[in-house]
């Protein structure tokens, strides 16, 4: 791990087999999230054995209505988990959430690359302070990172989601930066009509946290020359992580009848670029 005036290695102990390791009290799952249905099966196995499962995925959890209320409860998402077999493998009373803040890259395997500040926070899907939920952020906290607990931890996914159904098919599509994209007048335009339409979504979901989007558009440009989780993953020809975040959204909207013709258009034109990339990888 190296950046922002830090360095410094871990040596871990890896295996491929789940079966191989003891049993830990918890399970950081930073996986992208639609890699999550391939090892769902043995993190069901060590859920099972008495671990917590700590998901840190972008984009809308599979679990997101779960115990949820409403109209929506137990509504099943195809965009995130399209057989059911991640729901069907992991119990949602092993889980806690992670929502992520942070600006990396991996320039190279074994080396993380810190861009930005980094925050973290964790929620039980209950909205419970249990003391699992303490013993995780006095672990993380402990190591240096920063950590808050929340009680309502679905609202602080979608707040998350507002800004990434934006500039992460945004920037790959333009291929652009955190800046540039801030600093286009048609691109920011285009970044606003997606947040505000996500802010609606939110809204009918029930979340009502403030939100400023031009503070939003701001702090993109303060990212400068970063480039977004989904740009990175188009640059190394890795499958993008477009269906749980941006799909998940447009879903999530045809569900409550939220008008989000903005955000389909750009789901559209990017599903068309992540089709054409997984032909291009099964041509080798």
Partial sequence: MHGLGTSFTVRVKTTQAAGDMELPDAVLVAVKAHDLASIAQPLGTLAKRGATIVTMQNGVPFWFFENFGG????????????????????????????????????????MVERMGNAAYALGEPTGEPTERLEQLRAALASAGLEVTTDSDIRAAVWHKLIGNVAVNPVSTLARATAAQMADDPGIADLLREIMREQIAVGRALGFSRADDVEARIQRTRTYGDQHTSMLQDFEAGRPLELDPIVGAAVEIAGMLGVPVPVTRHVYALTKVLARGMAAQRREG
């Fill in 71 to 110: 109209r929506l409860a137990g509504r099943h998402l195809q965009s995130v988990d399209p057989e059911g077999n991640i729901a069907k493998a992991i119990d949602i009373s092993a889980i806690v959430c992670c929502v992520v803040s942070a600006g990396a890259r991996i320039p190279q395997p074994g």
